[in-house]
């Protein structure tokens, strides 16, 4: 019997890995734990809410006597820890909140879980989720491999680096079982509308301009969000502790290109004519700092535990606009309020 705090487990990719974890292993038990941040929706976990197997705590991770209380509470036997300010624009905002979730909360877990395991770590783990933007960023050519050295240049790179840092630290010194997955840009649903495909699909939606940061040849490397859950469930039960995984989509676009094909599927779904949509592409100041190009080199989780990408982008992409266009509610709840104030601060 298993029992495993997920940590973010309300944002885009907690919910999708407490839905797999809840759902896949009814004999364990899954408490998320999430401070619900404007990132954060229970609406996303709906249809696994009433579970028995499953349980919601409203809590932040940097909060260590509500982290010590979980783990009396609970017994946990494993962590997958998923929470984190995640949109790198925020980070050039306002660095200081990416410092304190994503370094103090996982130090603080990291801190709560040893003493919590100290007695026996036998049987126990502490799995972070992190990205691949520890890396830096690449040239023309050229993969990030596990080893690769981290080059972190936003303060949300810097700050996911910080964190496997932290994780790595409490392995080799305290001997806390640990492993680190690093996995390239995830779409898919769920996915907030700040990000740069959910943020598209919304704008082709409503007639919207579509904001492209530079010149639009920045190139990201898009893996479907439940390729990376599944990822995590195969290192989480069969992965070596004190390992390092890059799990990547070899999947990679420009920016323009990629939007391009959005407005492409986009058109045809709505019964537009063709082209349309590109009206809509509207060239804007580049982000500071921005990453040129990012790549995984997965070949370490393929030979090791057998993980391919299970989808095509095309049609990952066309699951994704068909998900937006059918949950038009979940849509137009989170683009309310506090999400217009932030577009309109960002983008004018
Ligand atoms: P997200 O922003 O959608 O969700 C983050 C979740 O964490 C939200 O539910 C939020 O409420 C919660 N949270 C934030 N601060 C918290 C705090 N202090 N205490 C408790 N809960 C808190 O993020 P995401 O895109 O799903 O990313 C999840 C993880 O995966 C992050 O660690 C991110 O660095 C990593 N990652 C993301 C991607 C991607 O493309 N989105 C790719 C690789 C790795
Ligand atoms: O690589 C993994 C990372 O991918 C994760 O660690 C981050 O949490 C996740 O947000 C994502 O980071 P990116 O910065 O790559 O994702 P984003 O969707 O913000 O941007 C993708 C690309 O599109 C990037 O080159 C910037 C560009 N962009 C983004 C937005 C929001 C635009 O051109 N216009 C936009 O409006």
Redesign the pocket.
């Known amino acids: 019997m298993q029992t495993i705090l997920i ?9 999708h890995l407490t839905r797999l974890f809840v759902t896949k292993y009814p004999h364990y038990r899954i408490v998320n ?9 229970l609406a ?1 976990l709906k249809d696994i809410e009433s579970a028995p197997n499953y349980t919601f705590v409203k ?5 260590m006597n509500a982290m010590q209380q979980l783990f009396q509470q609970f017994h946990f036997t494993g962590v997958l ?7 790198v624009d925020r980070s050039i905002t306002d660095p200081l909140s990416f410092v ?3 370094v103090l ?1 996982t130090a603080t877990l990291l801190q709560v879980a040893k003493e919590a395991w100290k007695t026996d770590f036998n049987g126990k783990l502490f799995y ?6 520890v890396y830096g960023s690449l040239g023309d050519t050229g993969f990030f491999h596990e080893h690769t050295s981290y080059d972190p240049r936003s303060p ?1 790179s810097a700050s ?1 680096a910080s ?1 496997d840092h932290f994780v790595r630290a409490y392995y080799h010194t305290f001997d806390l079982p640990v492993k680190i997955s ?6 898919g649903p ?3 509308p700040e ?1 740069l495909i959910p943020l598209s699909i919304n704008n082709i939606i409503n007639n919207r301009p579509l904001p492209v940061y530079g010149k639009g040849e920045n190139i990201r490397d898009w ?1 479907f ?1 439940e390729d ?1 859950v599944n990822a995590i469930d195969l290192i989480y039960h069969n992965g070596k502790i004190g390992e390092t995984y890059n ?1 990547g989509g070899h999947n990679e676009w420009t920016n323009i290109n990629l939007i391009k094909e959005l407005c492409r599927q986009m058109d045809a779904k709505l019964n537009r004519p063709a082209g349309s949509s590109l009206q809509l592409i509207t060239f804007v100041k580049d982000r500071a700092g921005h990453d040129q190009r990012y790549a995984i080199d997965a070949t370490k989780l393929k030979n090791e535990l057998g993980w391919i990408p299970s989808l095509q982008f095309e049609e990952g992409l066309a699951k994704t606009i068909d998900w937006y266009l059918n949950n038009s509610n979940w849509l137009n709840e989170v683009v309310t309020g506090h999400y217009q104030e932030y577009y309109d601060k960002q983008y004018h």
């Open positions: 940590t973010g487990g309300a944002g885009f990719i907690g919910s734990v999430d401070s619900l941040t404007y990132a954060g929706n996303n809590a932040d991770i940097t909060d820890h998923c929470a984190a300010e995640s949109h304190k979730t994503n909360g972070h989720i992190s990205t691949d933007e949300y996911k964190s690093n996995c390239s840009n995830n779409y769920y996915h907030f990000k893996l969000v990376h799990i």
